[in-house]
């Protein structure tokens, strides 16, 4: 399996023929290397509805007839612009194409901005464990800390977890390094940061102390790779 870092919290997974994309946030992201036009991708899974994360995704389902995976709600709003859908909620698991993939709770907000001045309800926020290739990875979302973080350590041998440390919208870096325990990953790509001012961290500190605490990370720069 081959993980790709696209900037911000945009990742996208090559496992088995197929390949995922997660929160496709290109054309907004000076620090992004793809353009979305470059994306090859049979699907593209959205955490939650906020325009950090979900920019791209029309154009790229456009152009490779992609179904976009969502919540319930957000499914729907896609599915209104002929994009083919795939609705799920928290809790529940799906096959993509021999992808076993678990959509997770994320403690955060969603909503989508309407032209003017309407915001309307974009479903709950979520994460994703994806299962491939007999690998387990977990991409967070946004999302604070919260204890069934743990939970989901129990429960599953998290290879890779892709954690929020920008802090402001989501964790911040001692929640991340606490998530990253309770979740018992081997290793943890941090995400969601340094894309916006209030978000600024420093990766490489957070990597020495996963380091610190037993755990690897790997800071990947946009359009850098890890194959596990
Ligand atoms: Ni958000
Ligand atoms: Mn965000």
Request: glycine letters at 10%; charged letters at 20%; hydrophobic letters at 40%.
């Amino acid at each position: 399996m081959e993980i790709t870092y696209h900037g911000h919290s945009c990742v996208q997974i090559h496992t088995g023929g197929k390949s995922l994309i997660i929160d496709p946030f290109l054309s907004g992201n000076p620090l992004a290397t793809a353009k979305p036009e470059d994306i090859v991708a049979d699907y593209i899974l959205l955490t939650h509805a906020h325009t950090d994360h979900i920019l791209d995704a029309e154009a790229i389902a456009k152009a490779n007839d992609a179904t976009i995976v969502a919540t319930f709600e957000l499914a729907t709003y896609m599915s209104r612009k002929q994009l083919k859908t795939k609705e799920m909620n928290i809790g529940g698991s799906t096959d993509l194409d021999g992808i076993k993939v678990t959509m997770i709770q994320a403690f955060h907000s969603s909503s989508i901005m309407l032209e003017g001045d309407q915001i309307i309800y974009g479903g709950m926020p979520a994460g994703y464990i994806i299962e491939t290739e007999g690998k387990t990875v977990l991409h967070a979302g946004d999302t604070g800390l919260f204890g069934d973080m743990r939970m989901y350590g129990e429960r599953y041998a998290i290879d890779v977890a892709m954690l929020p440390i920008g802090d402001n919208f989501t964790m911040g870096p001692d929640d991340a390094l606490q998530a990253a325990a309770w979740l018992g990953a081997k290793t943890v790509i941090p995400i969601h940061y340094n894309t916006f001012p209030p978000i600024r961290q420093d990766a490489a500190d957070f990597v020495r102390r996963l380091e610190a605490q037993q755990q690897k990370g790997a800071a990947l720069k946009p359009g850098e790779k890890l194959t596990i």
